[in-house]
């Protein structure tokens, strides 16, 4: 019982004093021989912490070597924001931070 309302608690407070993005949908590409990626769609959120119809898109690629059925890949690149791939990010809320206070929001 305690342990729920521990967890209750972080939740609420997140929601009203930490939030600044929202992930809204995560997927993964893990197909066999292909690139492998993952992306992640956030929805940031407006100065008084009411969502916002904005979004940022994430995406980070697995490391690989090696081609075809010699390809072998193990860990993950940084994640980028695909408005501005050169800047690399080492987690997806970093990532989703920045790309929501360029947009003006959080």
Same mark, same amino acid.
């Given at each position: ?12 407070? *997140?929601?009203?004093?930490? $939030? ?5 949908? !995560?997927? &993964? ?5 292909? %690139? ?20 940022? *898109?994430?995406?980070?690629? $697995? ?5 075809? !059925?010699? &390809? ?5 690149? %940084? ?28």
């Amino acid at each position: 019982m305690m342990k729920k309302l521990f967890i209750a608690l972080c939740l609420i407070g *997140t929601t009203f004093y930490g $939030a600044n993005a929202y992930q809204l949908l !995560s997927s &993964k590409e893990l197909g066999k021989n292909d %690139a492998k990626n993952q992306t992640v769609v956030v929805k940031c959120t407006t100065d008084t912490g009411k969502t916002s119809n904005q979004t940022c *898109t994430l995406r980070r690629y $697995a490391k690989c070597t090696g081609t075809g !059925s010699d &390809k072998k890949c193990s860990g993950w690149q %940084a994640w980028q924001d695909l408005r501005s791939p050169s800047k690399k990010y080492s987690d997806w809320r970093s990532a989703a931070s920045a790309c929501c206070r360029a947009k003006g929001l959080r």
